[in-house]
């Protein structure tokens, strides 16, 4: 059920082109995304910087269990994927998201 939800944000995220990938500008646009994914991979350095600025301005993460080729493949991307800002996602959809079982 996570991964159907997960698919349905990055296709409406991707439709409106509002997402950044990598880490460079994952950090850099922190402010005012809804929603940030890791993947499993990512440097520990790079992560700690990210969970405090999302901390910072109050933005979720979600910690894709993963690693960065499947998140790649998962954005329909031919290389890895660390990190991604979302920044036009529904409330609900980020809630599902969250949802235990």
């Known amino acids: 059920m996570k991964m159907k939800t997960?698919?349905?944000?990055?296709?409406?995220?991707?439709?409106?082109?509002?997402?950044?990938?990598?880490?460079?500008?994952?950090?850099?646009?922190?402010?005012?995304?809804?929603?940030?994914?890791?993947?499993?991979t990512i440097d520990s350095k790079d992560k700690l910087i990210i969970e405090e600025k999302a901390k910072e301005h109050n933005v979720p993460i979600y910690y894709f269990k993963d690693n960065s080729v499947k998140l790649g493949r998962l954005f329909n991307k031919p290389y890895r994927i660390s990190s991604i800002?979302?920044?036009n996602i529904q409330d609900e959809d980020i809630q599902e998201?969250?949802?235990t079982k």
């Not at 880490?23 to 940030?36: A, D």
């Open 85 to 87: 800002s979302l920044r």
């Open 97 to 99: 998201l969250f949802k």
């Open 6 to 40: 997960l698919e349905k944000i990055i296709k409406d995220s991707e439709s409106h082109s509002k997402y950044k990938i990598g880490i460079k500008e994952v950090k850099s646009n922190i402010k005012g995304s809804k929603l940030l994914i890791l993947s499993s």
